[in-house]
């Protein structure tokens, strides 16, 4: 019976034994497993860490050469080229990241790669800001001679106005008088409305040396007091300086050798129509108003 007893309590021991064994190795298995998940866990953060700095320095340094897009031909043709280098250094940093297992080895690529990302945008920062000033200099240098070409075109208009002035013809000494029709034929002067029959505009066509010789068309133009252009006998249409057309009251071609020619163009009637007031009196040498005065009939 004893005997029985001492076998049942060693038997018991052992089944303890084998208990607490067991459970040793489980606790041992346990935080083993632990440790793998913690660090499997710290290594795909740092992972997730990885991918998200290189994703931030990418769009950093894309944003960074982009915003210089479009300012000029030159630069964007540049900047493609350095959008397809980029791309490519990020298939390279891509690849390590997916191939390179070992941490430390992982981050010390990564490491030199983004430095070469960094040092492949400073380059291509550093020929973007020579391209800019080399394109200011250019722009510079263009307006410089745009502004020199305003100022001789500025200069050549003024010589051609001042050509086109010294060879515009002028009339002096313009005398305007008004004559009545005797029943001989003969004129005689009237300051009479109601007696006049003739209103003639006499002057002096000046001498020019510049003037071109040769045909010059002379128009006299009298607006009566209504502002109808009275029609003579010659009568005659042109376009003025401006562009105008013009009724004339009489015109004449005169053959101008650049010496003083004395001049008379007038308004006749055979009736006397012409009312009391004030007449205005205009003469055109080759289109441009070179004389105006007023004329009053009583």
Not at 52 to 78: C, F
Not at 84 to 89: C, G, L
Not at 140 to 146: K, S
Not at 226 to 235: A, E, N, V, W
Request: net charge neutral; with cysteine.
């Amino acid at each position: 019976m004893a005997e029985q007893e001492k076998q049942n309590r060693n038997t018991l021991t052992l089944l303890l034994l084998l208990l607490i064994t067991s459970i040793g190795v489980n606790i041992y298995q346990w935080k083993t497993h632990s440790t793998e998940i913690v660090e499997h866990g710290t290594q795909v953060d740092s992972l997730m860490n990885a991918n998200g700095e290189i994703d931030r320095e990418l769009a950093s340094v894309g944003m960074e050469l982009e915003k210089y897009r479009g300012i000029a031909g030159n630069l964007d043709t540049l900047l493609n080229d350095a959008k397809d280098k980029i791309a490519v250094q990020e298939q390279k940093i891509r690849n390590i990241m997916s191939s390179e297992k070992d941490k430390s080895k992982l981050n010390a690529k990564l490491k030199v790669e983004l430095e070469n990302l960094r040092k492949l945008r400073d380059e291509y920062l550093e020929q973007i800001d020579s391209l800019m000033a080399e394109n200011q200099k250019l722009k510079n240098e263009n307006a410089g001679l745009n502004s020199t070409v305003t100022n001789l075109n500025e200069q050549k208009n003024l010589l051609e106005g001042k050509v086109a002035t010294a060879s515009q013809l002028k009339v002096e000494y313009v005398k305007i008088a008004s004559f009545k029709k005797r029943g001989n034929g003969k004129y005689t002067e009237s300051v009479l409305a109601k007696r006049t029959n003739k209103l003639e505009s006499c002057f002096t066509l000046m001498d020019n040396k510049v003037a071109g010789a040769g045909d010059k068309m002379i128009y006299l133009v009298i607006t009566e007091p209504t502002g109808k252009t009275l029609m003579g006998y010659t009568k005659a249409q042109f376009t003025d300086a401006d562009g105008k057309q013009v009724d004339a009251t009489s015109c004449i071609k005169v053959t101008y050798t650049g010496e003083k020619q004395d001049l008379c163009l007038a308004f006749e009637n055979d009736e006397r129509i012409l009312a009391p007031g004030t007449y205005i009196i205009n003469v055109y040498a080759e289109n441009v108003l070179v004389h105006q005065s007023n004329y009053i009939l009583k």
